[in-house]
């Protein structure tokens, strides 16, 4: 009976809203889940109207004007809003398991059910009322709102299409490492499983062979720690990939381990793999692959016991990409603005011994402009901070310059550019940098920021603009090596060709100016960049032959920005590219396979993306092609005149391609992961990567080796910035030629030729070409890293963002084919040395004698035995099983091997009891004897132990008496000493006492005599005064 509102209203008010609550369910296996039409139905498509109109005045973080007002809103309570109504299932879920071991019938689950209330997202609902078959529509109970209570009487009900329903299945509250295992899988089940990982801090989740990574936005204890590393490392040794937790360490590990593999005609012939990272901005791919190379640079020592000598170097090259290429941006705070693929070359004993490191389109237009919010290149800022350096060089603070104020932020919260910039000086000496390398460095980025803080202005008359240089004109010139007069020259004048060969100076205006020396910056600080990875490239150079090369791909994200041009064009692409190689590799191979082997399968339906990978790149009338051509054109074209070319042969006629609403300066192209508004505005300008004439001779002129040597087509052999390029250089030059000729119109001339070859769009698409090419030749393993929420915060998680990305990815896909086809492939032979066991006694022949007709046959007769005619299919070369099919016949063997293994065991068992006993039998007579040995050995050492005690006794009592008649003797002689001792003190001491009466009777006397002696003058003297007074007094009478 339907459960009536009331009391669905006090379970979801009774429970607790802390997604903390859910705990782990025991696995219930259930049949079809229940669904009112009994059918499956398609996912809800996203809102395209909501997605175009993000192509005016939003941001990329918020795809639409709805999307940017609800992320802040739904940030903070989805992930509670899908939670809470699950606190009562699972226990429902419990007390249905328990009902389910006491054997009572049960139903299925129809109080529940996924619902996609506004088209964006999904919902946890419940159903009032049973729903009527057939109908188009149901009517769903609301999941509360956090924070608002639901009314006293009813809840609020609302009515949804029942194609943006899913039902429910009580897996979908479990905790699973892998999301395949929960039945029924959709993207309203893995949208809720990512995110209570998420709040769980497991942020790794797997998806059958795919890993999916959400970015935490913060520091997880001991989740990369040394003995993680260890204890994957041992466990992959004895599990399979799938029996493991999920971990970035674990892809990294199946790599190295698949490489290790001989799948070759020869010895030393192995696969090679490639790790692909792919995601948003912000989702944490080069932190992925930072982890990816870390596990296997430990791998390969772990493995051979010995220390990797490029480990240091490889850690070093990493800082200084991260400080040439990365940047701050709204989405984060270390984005990479380039894209690279690295590769671990591995010698045939599976030991690292060198690596090569390609990069793709470095964002250089982001040295001349910027978004609000973000910051330069990090390289910038650290040279600000680097104290003697910037005095040295004449800098001050980073807000003095206008290439690092654009965006208006020039410090990053957490973030000490001092400290880093100490840090990437030392990374310089790792990779081999001289120390006059090092400084031509620095004076090269500090040109650069004094060239983006000159002044043009219009000057009078008929002459070229005036220049204005804050840092002086002498200090300038002194920077780029050349007089400042030659430096103005050639960014105010230009040298034009006329139709008769003569060379006429034009002046050029401020705006034109400036746009010269925005190219000269940009030229400059992409050859620094490509400089440094060829001295990274050769400070990893081989010692040694390789065998074999595992590639870590870390390449920007998909982008939908709220100005797209050329840079977004190109990065989209190669994600379609990166997209249609993931397609191939997962889905059309499955496919092919089934087909290949005659499987009775159903059409496997996939997303396809080559009809805009055409649109954007066929010849001739592919966006790429048409842009090169413009830019071929002597006459300048105008955006609305490019945009035109576009729409004339795909506007209503390519599915993939739209105008835009207003203006003809747009247009769209609908990607595999959405729409993208794309301006026209200075594509042309932006797709020409090359010089005028002026500034080429400029660099060229310079008296320093390293300008002439990084930034000119010119090399001085041995001098500062010379760099000799590796074999892989070299090869991978050859290759992008080779790829350039055979993709260039034959009917063109040469100088079209070259002309193309010299546009952003031909080199990217060539390196892109070659990359694909060098994927598709090796093994893919797949990280998908997903970005939770656009604020960086760690404890929130916006569903709408997460389930955008799943969406684009392809992760669905791959569960449902592998789980709705046949995962488990093995030979006939495989399959026949395998399970031989199972058929023993059936009387077919043995693996060692069967021919390839018997080993099919053999094959064939163990499915029919053991399996169900639907868990298994024959194909031409192989047998296919349904997944978890391999674990059963797997236990089936386990059981005969167990019975037979029982029948040998108690018939040895007996053998050995007859055998024991009569070994028992001579032991025995053998112990007994020792026993009594041992008992007589015994009584004798008691024996001799109390004779040598009474011995000993005896000796004491000797000793004692001579002891105390020595004693005594030595008391007497002691009291005579002592007497005469005592007499001879007494009588020293009676004659001291009389030499010292005397003495001090002496002095008494003495002292007496000395007294009355002054009496006795004094009276004297008185006596003649008396005398003296009588005989004066009678003389005067």
């Not at 001991?222 to 799938?242: H, I, N, P, Q, S």
């Not at 330069?376 to 310059?401: I, T, W």
């Not at 990053?412 to 000086?425: I, M, S, T, W």
């Not at 300008?685 to 320093?704: F, G, Q, V």
């Amino acid at each position: 009976s339907p459960t009536p509102a009331s009391t669905i209203t006090n379970k979801f008010t009774s429970e607790n809203n802390s997604p903390n609550a859910i705990t782990k369910l025991i696995y219930h296996p259930l049949t079809t889940p229940y669904h009112p039409l009994a059918t499956a139905h398609p996912p809800p498509a996203p809102n395209k109207h909501l997605i175009h109109s993000s192509y005016r005045g939003s941001s990329h973080n918020n795809m639409s004007h709805k999307r940017a007002s609800t992320v802040g809103r739904r940030a903070s309570v989805n992930v509670n809003m899908i939670l809470t109504p699950l606190d009562k299932l699972i226990q429902e879920s419990k007390a249905r398991r328990q009902a389910e071991e006491s054997d009572i019938p049960q139903k299925q689950d129809a109080t529940h059910i996924w619902a996609s209330l506004d088209g964006t997202s999904w919902n946890l609902c419940s159903l009032p009322i049973p729903p009527t078959p057939g109908a188009s529509s149901i009517l769903v109970t609301k999941p509360p709102v956090p924070g608002k209570p639901l009314p006293p009487d009813a809840p609020e009900t609302i009515e949804v299409e029942v194609g943006m329903t899913h039902p429910f299945d009580p897996t979908h509250a479990e905790d699973f490492d892998d999301a395949s295992i929960i039945n029924n899988l959709h993207e309203a089940p893995l949208l809720f499983l990512l995110l209570r990982r998420f709040n769980d801090q497991k942020i790794y989740t797997l998806c059958s062979d795919v890993l999916i990574s959400v970015n935490p936005y913060k520091t997880i204890p001991g989740l990369y720690d040394d003995d993680v590393v260890k204890r994957v490392w041992d466990e992959a040794a004895t599990k399979k990939f799938k029996d493991l937790s999920p971990h970035v360490y674990n892809v990294a590990d199946r790599s190295y381990r698949t490489m290790m593999k001989n799948t070759g005609t020869t010895p030393d012939s192995r696969k090679n793999q490639s790790v692909i990272i792919s995601g948003e901005s912000g989702a944490g791919k080069t932190e992925a692959a930072k982890q990816v190379m870390r596990y296997l640079i430990e791998a390969s020592k772990m493995s051979n016991g010995e220390s990797t000598e490029i480990q240091d170097s490889l850690i070093s090259a990493n800082v200084i990409l991260e400080a040439f290429g990365n940047a701050k941006t709204l989405r984060n705070d270390n984005s990479s603005r380039f894209g690279k693929y690295i590769k671990l070359m591995y010698d045939k004993d599976n030991s690292l011994k060198g690596a090569f490191t390609e990069h793709f389109l470095l964002e250089k237009v982001r040295l001349t402009q910027g978004d609000e919010g973000e910051r330069n290149y990090h390289v910038f800022y650290m040279l600000c901070k680097s104290g003697a350096v910037a005095e040295d060089l004449g800098l001050g603070e980073a807000k003095e310059y206008d290439m690092l104020t654009k965006g208006g932020c020039t410090e990053v919260n957490g973030v000490d550019d001092a400290k880093d910039f100490g840090d990437l000086k030392e990374a310089f000496g790792k990779i081999g940098l001289s120390g006059e390398e090092e400084k031509d460095i620095w004076k090269l980025i500090a040109l650069l920021m004094h060239l983006g803080n000159i002044k043009f202005s219009a000057a009078s008359g008929d002459g070229n603009c005036e220049v204005e240089v804050p840092v002086g004109e002498d200090k300038l010139g002194a920077l780029l090596g050349c007089e400042f007069l030659s430096v103005k020259n050639a960014i105010t004048i230009r040298q034009v060709r006329s139709g008769r060969g003569s060379l006429m100076a034009m002046n050029l205006n401020p705006q034109q100016a400036k746009q010269g020396v925005d190219a000269l910056i940009k030229h400059c600080y992409g050859n620094l960049f490509t400089f440094l990875v060829s001295k990274i490239n050769q400070s990893h150079k081989l010692s040694v032959a390789s065998n074999s090369f595992i590639g870590i791909l870390d390449i920007f994200g998909f982008e939908i920005m709220k100005y797209n041009s050329l840079s977004q064009l190109c990065i989209n692409f190669a994600n379609e590219k990166l997209q249609q190689q993931f397609n191939q590799q997962v889905f059309v191979r499955e496919r092919e396979l089934y087909l290949e082997e005659g499987l009775p399968v159903d059409v496997i339906t996939f997303k396809d993306n080559q009809p805009v990978i055409d649109l954007i790149s066929k010849k001739p009338s592919g966006l790429l092609p048409l842009l090169e051509e413009a830019g071929m054109l002597s006459r300048a074209v105008e955006p609305s005149a490019l945009v035109s070319s576009f729409d004339k042969p795909h506007a209503g006629v390519h599915p993939n391609y739209g105008k835009a609403r207003f203006g003809n300066e747009d247009f769209v192209i609908k990607h595999f992961a959405g729409e993208v508004l794309y301006s026209g505005k200075e594509l042309l300008s932006k797709n020409n990567d090359s010089l005028h004439e002026d500034l080429k001779i400029l660099l060229s002129n310079s008296t320093s080796d390293f300008i002439v040597n990084v930034c000119t087509q010119f090399e001085k052999e041995g001098a500062s910035g010379y760099v000799e390029k590796t074999e892989e250089e070299k090869e991978r030059e050859l290759e992008m030629e080779e790829a350039k000729e055979a993709s260039s119109n034959k009917r063109g001339s040469a100088k079209t030729k070259l002309a193309a070859s010299q546009t952003v769009t031909s080199k990217f698409r060539g390196q892109l070409n070659s990359l694909v090419e060098t994927l598709t030749s090796t093994e893919p393993h797949y990280i998908k890293c997903i970005k939770p929420n656009s604020s960086k915060s760690p404890t929130t998680a916006n569903d709408e963002l997460v389930l955008e990305q799943l969406r684009y990815s392809g992760v669905l896909e791959v569960v449902r084919i592998r789980r709705e086809g046949f995962p488990i492939r093995m030979s006939f032979t495989d399959f026949h040395k395998r399970f031989e066991i199972l058929c023993f006694k059936d009387g077919l022949v043995s693996t060692r004698k069967a021919t390839p007709e018997e080993n099919m046959a053999a094959a064939i007769h163990i499915c029919e035995k053991c399996l169900d005619p639907t868990e298994y299919a024959k194909g031409k070369t192989r047998m296919f099983l349904r997944n978890g099919l391999l674990e059963k016949l797997q236990q089936l063997v386990n059981e005969v091997y167990a019975t037979m293994a029982t029948k040998l065991q108690s018939r040895q068992r007996t053998k050995a009891a007859v055998k024991g006993f009569a070994a028992t039998k001579i032991s025995t007579v053998k112990l007994q004897n020792l026993q009594r040995m041992i008992h007589e050995k015994r009584a004798f050492q008691k024996h001799k132990a109390a004779t040598i005690k009474a011995q000993a006794f005896l000796r004491s009592r000797t000793e004692q008496s001579q002891f105390q008649k020595k004693k005594a003797a030595a008391s007497k002689l002691s009291a005579v000493i002592r007497g005469h001792q005592a007499s001879d003190g007494y009588k020293k001491r009676q004659t001291a006492q009389a030499k010292i009466s005397s003495i001090v009777r002496g002095k008494q006397g003495k002292a007496a005599f000395d007294k009355t002696k002054d009496l006795v003058v004094k009276l004297q003297a008185l006596e003649r005064v008396r005398e003296r007074r009588a005989a004066f007094n009678s003389k005067k009478e």
